[in-house]
């Protein structure tokens, strides 16, 4: 069993950053490949980016590519999304997803989620 435990929403002007930080724990979690997807009011949760648990392979979405950046800290068992740019239609809910494989993770199929935290982009 992994559990994962987002942090570092908050409310932000358009055009600001926030860095999100999802803390991994449980037996082999930190060998997991990780990926953040989020969810507005409204609407279908979508994928924003993924990484392999050795960290060299990143995958993005379309919408994020160039602001976005997916990172992690094995040693801490932590996977972070740098957000710069934000836009207004950034704003949702963000999930940190792990699996066992990048794969599942991307299709958003992975076995193990986090609660969510809020991000809030003011124009």
């Known amino acids: 069993q992994v559990q994962l435990v987002e942090s570092g929403g908050g409310l932000v002007q358009a055009g600001g950053s926030l860095r999100l930080s999802c803390a991994a724990s449980?037996?082999?979690?930190?060998?997991?490949?990780m990926g953040w997807f989020r969810q507005a009011p409204g609407k279908e949760r979508e994928f924003v980016a993924a990484?392999?648990?050795?960290?060299?392979?990143?995958d993005y979405a379309d919408s994020v590519k160039g602001r976005f950046t997916i990172s992690r800290d094995n040693a801490k068992n932590t996977v972070y999304l740098q957000m710069n740019s934000l836009k207004p239609e950034d704003t949702a809910v963000y999930y940190c997803a792990a699996d066992r494989t990048l794969g599942t993770v991307i299709r958003g199929a992975a076995n193990f989620w986090g609660q969510g935290t809020q991000v809030t982009v003011s124009s």
């Open positions: 449980g037996r082999t979690s930190g060998t997991y490949p």
């Open positions: 990484i392999s648990w050795t960290g060299y392979n990143t």
